[in-house]
């Protein structure tokens, strides 16, 4: 793979759907992706980031940077908008149970560990964000010109344009993610439609992470199987978050083409809806992709990761 590893910091609201899961192991194994921290979002974020701590500390890595982030938005507090809202025990967060030491575990804030990395780093840091952007506009907000200049781009799972549609990861926090869009920095745009046709489904997901003997597909399999009851017409994990991953490490693997996106506010029925405005700008929207091809690459990186360690 040509060039260094690309460095990231990856947010995310883990614990609710499972791609989180899947994304946060692709995002410590792909060997073009130097992941530096890791903040939780959206809804019991410290129980999040206790499963942060608990899925990395079975991949064999106990010193990465964590933080906990926004749970409720102002801009929603504000309006008495409550969901989407997955309630405190998401779809799987009970697998950190009193007998795992993350059970208690205190984590620093979010912006905090955003900002910190954007301190010390000697080059340009990827943002991530696959759950709501609250704590990539807080950060974003309160960089100083030295900390935004060592953000890299930013890349999204978030919004559909083509849609009328409020995208989930829009919906739970729509002034974060207009805020992202129009900040003026380069963002990835992987937007459902696209990022939906990286599928398991659960007999696929069962056979290969049943066979391998190894802590992070045992670990990726029982959440899985805890997550598969919640998973509605699914079926099995769809792995939208992937896609943002996999275009740092690859930007011909996502088809993108240049956009201005924000995001409705005011509208009854309309808020939280994306809305290309121009049909240029700094934001790059994906438009296709070979899920197929995708998901294959992406299970086999993972699963060659897990064999051979962080």
Same mark, same amino acid.
């Given at each position: =793979?040509?060039?260094?590893?690309?460095?990231?910091?990856?947010?995310?609201?883990?614990?609710?759907?499972?791609?989180? =899961?899947?994304? &946060?192991? +692709?995002?410590?194994?792909?060997?073009?992706?130097?992941?530096?921290? %890791? /903040?939780?979002?959206?809804?019991?974020? !410290?129980?999040?980031?206790?499963? %942060?701590?608990?899925? !990395?500390?079975?991949?064999?890595?106990?010193?990465?940077?964590?933080?906990?982030?926004?749970? +409720?938005?102002?801009? #929603?507090? %504000?309006?008495? $908008?409550?969901?989407?809202?997955?309630?405190?025990?998401?779809?799987?967060?009970?697998?950190?149970?009193?007998?795992?030491?993350?059970?208690?575990? $205190?984590?620093?804030?979010?912006?905090?560990?955003? &900002?910190?990395?954007?301190?010390?780093?000697?080059?340009?840091?990827?943002?991530?964000?696959?759950?709501?952007?609250?704590?990539?506009?807080?950060?974003?907000?309160?960089?100083?010109?030295?900390?935004?200049? =060592?953000?890299?781009?930013?890349?999204?799972?978030?919004?559909? *344009?083509? #849609? $009328?549609?409020?995208?989930?990861?829009?919906?739970?926090?729509?002034?974060?993610?207009?805020?992202?869009?129009?900040?003026?920095? /380069?963002?990835?745009?992987?937007?459902?439609?696209?990022? #939906?046709?990286?599928?398991?489904?659960?007999?696929?997901?069962?056979? @290969? &992470?049943?066979?391998?003997?190894?802590?992070?597909?045992?670990?990726?399999?029982?959440?899985? @199987? +805890?997550?598969?009851?919640?998973?509605?017409?699914?079926?099995?994990?769809?792995?939208?978050?992937?896609?943002?991953?996999?275009?740092?490490?690859?930007?011909? !693997?996502?088809?993108?083409?240049?956009? /201005?996106?924000?995001?409705?506010?005011?509208?009854?029925?309309? @808020?939280?809806?994306?809305?290309? /405005?121009? *049909?240029?700008?700094?934001?790059?929207?994906?438009?296709?992709?070979?899920?197929?091809?995708?998901?294959? &690459?992406?299970?086999?990186?993972?699963?060659?990761?897990?064999?051979?360690?962080?």
């Amino acid at each position: =793979m040509p060039g260094d590893p690309v460095p990231i910091i990856l947010d995310t609201d883990i614990g609710d759907d499972i791609d989180d =899961m899947y994304a &946060l192991y +692709l995002a410590l194994f792909h060997p073009g992706l130097d992941l530096r921290a %890791v /903040t939780t979002v959206h809804s019991s974020s !410290l129980r999040k980031a206790r499963f %942060v701590g608990k899925a !990395l500390r079975l991949a064999g890595v106990t010193d990465l940077p964590i933080g906990w982030g926004i749970d +409720l938005s102002v801009g #929603r507090a %504000v309006i008495g $908008q409550n969901q989407p809202d997955t309630g405190d025990l998401g779809t799987h967060l009970q697998w950190v149970g009193e007998g795992d030491p993350e059970m208690m575990a $205190q984590y620093p804030r979010a912006v905090e560990v955003i &900002l910190d990395q954007l301190d010390r780093t000697e080059e340009p840091i990827a943002l991530v964000s696959i759950g709501a952007c609250s704590n990539l506009a807080d950060a974003i907000s309160k960089a100083t010109e030295k900390q935004r200049s =060592m953000i890299r781009c930013i890349a999204l799972m978030s919004g559909e *344009p083509n #849609r $009328q549609m409020p995208e989930h990861n829009v919906m739970c926090d729509p002034e974060a993610a207009d805020y992202v869009y129009s900040c003026g920095i /380069t963002v990835f745009m992987g937007t459902y439609d696209v990022t #939906r046709q990286l599928v398991l489904t659960m007999d696929e997901a069962e056979r @290969r &992470l049943g066979a391998e003997d190894t802590p992070t597909a045992r670990a990726l399999l029982e959440c899985t @199987r +805890l997550w598969a009851p919640h998973r509605g017409h699914k079926p099995g994990p769809v792995l939208y978050d992937l896609v943002p991953l996999l275009w740092l490490t690859d930007g011909s !693997l996502v088809e993108t083409r240049p956009s /201005t996106i924000r995001v409705e506010l005011q509208g009854r029925y309309t @808020r939280g809806m994306t809305v290309r /405005t121009a *049909p240029e700008g700094h934001v790059l929207e994906s438009t296709a992709a070979d899920g197929a091809a995708l998901t294959e &690459l992406s299970m086999e990186t993972i699963l060659k990761g897990a064999r051979q360690g962080a």
